[in-house]
């Protein structure tokens, strides 16, 4: 389709896809507030562009791209020195096992994950949480596959040291267990 849908097809469009731009929204941002003023003003400059979307590409990666925008547009208001991850609590209990089994592991995944540079957050949700091709996130995102395959690849390997203590896997200063 080359021609911009209806207004009434888009609003519905809106809703239907409300829920996966707060999805995203949240994991990028690790915060329900934060993400709920995100996708707020993401469906605002949606609605204000709406004539802009034409079908080339699906409504998802449209909307996604407008959250994303938004995203880096808030994080430079607010300025790179704000990190999210100055709230991590220590709360490492005695057995791993208890942790991975708890509701907690998710939470302290996610601020690990929010904690990550921006370019990792975005390439890791759109690849593992939204299960984007590789591809896909680098046309969402504007940027080579190989950018994509390099912040994911440290997007893990950040995330693998982090929680590497929370799930009894200390790791040496080469990344290797100790034997």
Do not use: C
Not at 29 to 53: H, I, K, N, P
Not at 57 to 64: C, I, M, R, V, Y
Not at 135 to 158: E, G, P
């Amino acid at each position: 389709m080359d021609q911009p849908v209806d207004r009434d097809s888009f609003d519905r469009l809106m809703v239907e896809h409300l829920p996966g731009a707060l999805r995203l929204a949240v994991r990028l941002v690790g915060d329900v507030d934060r993400a709920e003023e995100l996708v707020q003003e993401a469906m605002l400059r949606g609605s204000r562009g709406w004539q802009g979307f034409r079908g080339q590409s699906k409504f998802t990666t449209w909307l996604f791209q407008i959250v994303i925008n938004v995203f880096r547009d808030q994080l430079r208001r607010r300025g790179a020195s704000e990190e999210l991850s100055d709230g991590l609590p220590d709360v490492r209990p005695n057995d791993p096992r208890e942790i991975a089994s708890s509701a907690e592991m998710g939470e302290l995944v996610a601020r690990h994950v929010s904690s990550l540079p921006p370019r990792q957050r975005e390439v890791l949700v759109l690849v593992v949480y939204e299960q984007y091709s590789q591809s896909q996130a680098a046309d969402l995102l504007q940027i080579s596959l190989q950018n994509v395959r390099t912040n994911l690849h440290l997007a893990r390997q950040t995330l693998k040291k982090q929680l590497a203590v929370y799930l009894g896997e200390d790791h040496g200063e080469n990344g290797t267990r100790p034997i």
